[in-house]
């Protein structure tokens, strides 16, 4: 639907337009010109960030062009308490609270559609929402982290379009066009095209980035209750894979190499074309009661071919090389359905919600590497010397699979109101997973590494209104994850369960301009598989595989604050500060007791980004002067290795900007202004360590027509 509401006799105008509390909140922010959060749509039940009782952040649309955001890792380094660990080819892993997160797309869920998968571009979403802690009702198998919800742009009532245009540091260049309005006069059919791409290099030598992403959505009105949506999504790259440096063998100290170098060959690289398919029609049944079916289909392509190290020796810097190459395809199908309205029970109003979904995930593919033990040509290389390895010695791939992976879930919730104040959400979710594989050879025969049927994740939530905008609230959530070991008696373990008790205060000051966040947390993952060792390898279909038990235990507990919003005119702020302690508690090995779980997970994370306004007078469109700044901190951690550690840091970044006119404006962005040196991702003795960007600047030019 369009995201401007028109009076209405009634109806809502869509799911994002739904009566709370008298008011007719709307939880897009494109055109908004702010980070003001109305209304979070991740809960299906459209609500004001205070009365969802979990920590959720929205990034606005306005937020991600004040900093020139154009890639989900660099947008959700802005979100409280979300750790990004870069893997060098435009992909990454993201977590919160020391777990993995997942995704969701226009709220449908999607089997390993976030960590390490190539993302489109930001110009294409409205806002991501992510909501930190298990997620288990709406997403089903998951890690209790918690979800972020990409929403895509909408057309608008009215033609509308932008243009802009963003040159920086090391030939970084990103260029966007978006035009939306209705087909005709009668405003039955509206649609918008997006179009952008990136061309740049980076800080360190030999790498780059290609990429182009093109958009297309369309509303179709059927009538005025029914509203059927169309799009398209496709995306092409071309991307050196970089594996990142290394550090010194068996200490894990930095060799503080120079922070342009770059290891590998010149004919590292990633491609991965996607194509993403997404229909969704909503229908309002009226009495505020709104129905909606969400279909997916996203196929992905990827091409890698790389080299890294795997042995180095610093006096010499010399290295022994791993050339490697994987080529796969993916295939994620889902479907989403819910209905939702409210119930007027008891001389008070509630609010229902019950619904289905269905995921399928194939990845059919494989890879092959050759190493210095297997070919001498790879051992005693200069890391300086990009064209030492020839592609030539790529190996071919002789071992392919194919791995479907079927998800289903019901769920439900219902928010009663038993008071005037006091909102009980009590609900939850049945599900199913099943994971097959079977190799790509004559005569194979389809294994199921995964059946567990009948999965139980509940959901119990208070919130307790202290003031018409300020809320106390307190919930349980839970999630699962299947896993594939035997135990003893036979059977599959259980799946992995990750519970969560949170509890705090939110509350929306200044005229529900600005919204804030007190929250405590404590989430216990338990049930992973810790092998028998008093048992010989008896267990599974082959009576052959080693017997396991579900005794694994984790803790990550801590606190968020988080300020989001307009609290006076011009001037808007996101900050958040994020204390996170996780803990192994039992991994089967006693030593490892008490250690720190999560790597590249800081016990404490500061975030804040700030912009203001300079209006000559209220409501002024010429010559208006903009100011913004920001810092990202954090404490010292550590790699996929124990010995990989670095001490805290912390950057800071401005923006001057000027507008001439309604249609055209300036900006300039300096990121890292100390030009502090840091690793922005930890990882073993001989890759995965990452730099951060060295002092860095952006200039955009800004068009609205």
Known sequence: MPHKAKADDSLPGSVEQLLVHGHRPTASTDGTGTYTVRAVSTTRMLLRPEDVPQSISVLSTQQMKDQNLFTVDNALKQVAGVNVNLYGDGTAGFTSRGFQLAAQYDGSPATGGLQLGQQFDLSIYDRIEVLRGPDGVLQGSSAPGGSVNFVHKRPTETFQGNASFSAGSWNNYHATVDLGGPIGNSKIVSARLVMSGTDRDFFYKNAYDRRWTIYGVTDIHIDRRTTLTVSVTSQSNDTTRYMGLPRLAGTGADLNLPRNTYIGSDWNKSQVPTTEVMGQIERRFGMGWVGRITGRHRTADTNLQYSYINAYTASARTANYVAARSIYGETNDGVDGYLTGPLHLLNRTHTLMIGA?????????????????????????????????????????????????????????GRFQLMPSIFLTLGGRISGYVQKSRDLVPGAVTETSINQQGILTPYAALVYHVLPHITLYASYTDTFSPQSAYGADGRQLDPVRGGQLEGGMKGALFNQMLSFTMAGYKIVQRNDAIANSDLDPTCGPSHAETCYVAAGKTRSQGAEVEVIGRPLPGWDINASYTYNDNRIVDNGTPTSAGLAYAANSPHHLWKLWTHYRIEPYRGAQKNVWSIGGGINAQSGTFGSNRLVTQPGYITASAQVGYQWNRYLALTMNLNNISNTRYYQRLGNFYYYNYYGEPRNFMFTLRSNF
Not at 372 to 399: E, F, Q, V
């Open 357 to 413: 979904n269905y995921n399928r995930y194939v990845y059919e593919g494989g890879g092959a590497s050759v190493n210095s033990r297997t070919n001498a040509t790879l051992a005693g290389l200069p890391i300086g010397d990009y064209s030492a390895i020839s592609n030539t010695i790529l190996p071919s791939i002789k071992s392919r699979s194919w791995e479907p992976t079927e998800q289903w879930g019901v769920y439900g919730q």
